[in-house]
């Protein structure tokens, strides 16, 4: 009879490679001190809505860094499977990847996604990426799958847009067509986000028919939007609409709300928009690329999907 040992126990990282561990808010600080490090802004708005509604990875800075504080993050959101594709598979968008400048190019940044893809579990991951980190993304195999720009400046008023549908301030009773919208227009669930969105901006929208007698509250919605605020500007984010035309004019109804800057993310599938918007005032030829992980494409309906909530959620 023979007895079989049980396997050795994986080894522990080296001292020098501090392993990743879970991030919650009491590490929001660390975590805008490695944007600064970076020359990114200290997003704090953001970053905690990304520390709640998604998980935080980070890596503590070894012994006998004089700097301390997290030398490296990122941020995964998970979404549901979608509702109507035969790919059951659920969704889950990378955001935030971080590596301090002092230990940038030793294998850090690459050890993050490894792990992002590992807790993602197999679903289908997307992503936002700079030139800078586009390399580091196409070696884990993820594939080019769109461009988008950031714009920036103040909107200026504009003469009737065309839109279907009158544009008002989302209300309770449209939570329900709202996420019926967002799940087919996104692809999947992102309820535990959506929901969030009435305390997250400034301003949220719907375009929707005038109130009929016997027309239940929130029905026949053909889009919405919403502002929120970000570090000396306002974003224009997520922005989901039937055509152009409905999202130029939740675009204009928020606009005139805001007493600043704007923000949009703008994909360039959308060129004829983009180009409404710069004839409009905003400007800026900052590009990213959207990457995929798994899959040919992003999930969903990139004809009524105008604008990302952020670009580290989607």
């Known amino acids: 009879m023979t007895s079989s040992r049980p396997s050795p126990p994986p080894p522990s990282p080296p001292v020098s490679a501090p392993p990743v561990r879970r991030l919650t808010l009491a590490d929001l600080p660390a975590c805008l001190d490695l944007a600064a490090d970076r020359g990114w802004t200290r997003e ?172 239940p509250p929130g029905t026949g919605l053909t889009g919405f939007a919403a502002v929120w605020p970000n570090e000396g500007t306002a974003v224009i984010g997520p922005v989901v609409a039937e055509d152009e035309a409905t999202a130029r004019a939740l675009i204009t109804e928020l606009a005139s709300r805001v007493d600043g800057p704007l923000r949009y993310d703008a994909d360039l599938h959308h060129r004829g928009l983009v180009d409404w918007l710069r004839a409009r005032g905003l400007e800026g030829d900052s590009t990213t690329t959207v990457m995929v992980h798994g899959a040919p494409d992003v999930p969903g309906d990139l004809d009524r999907r105008f604008a990302p909530y952020s670009v580290a959620l989607g």
Do not use: C, N, Q
């Open 44 to 215: 704090e708005h953001k970053w905690r809505l990304l520390l709640t509604a998604g998980r935080g990875y980070g890596v503590d800075a070894p012994d006998g860094d004089p700097h301390g504080g997290l030398i490296g993050a990122y941020v995964l959101t998970s979404y549901g499977p979608p509702r109507t594709s035969p790919d059951r598979r659920p969704r889950a968008s990378v955001g935030m990847v971080l590596v301090a400048a002092r230990h940038a190019r030793r294998g850090l940044g690459r050890r993050l996604m490894r792990h992002a893809l590992e807790e993602s579990g197999g679903a289908v991951a997307f992503l936002t990426a700079t030139s800078y980190g586009r390399p580091l993304y196409e070696g884990l195999g993820f594939v080019p799958v769109g461009t988008t720009v950031m714009l920036t400046g103040r909107l200026a008023p504009a003469p009737g847009t065309g839109a279907s549908a009158p544009v008002r301030d989302a209300t309770a009773a449209d939570l329900p067509a709202v996420l019926a919208l967002d799940a087919e227009v996104f692809g999947a669930d992102r309820t535990h986000l959506i929901a969030r969105l009435p305390s997250f901006a400034d301003h949220f929208v719907v375009a929707a028919p005038r109130a009929e007698p016997g027309r």
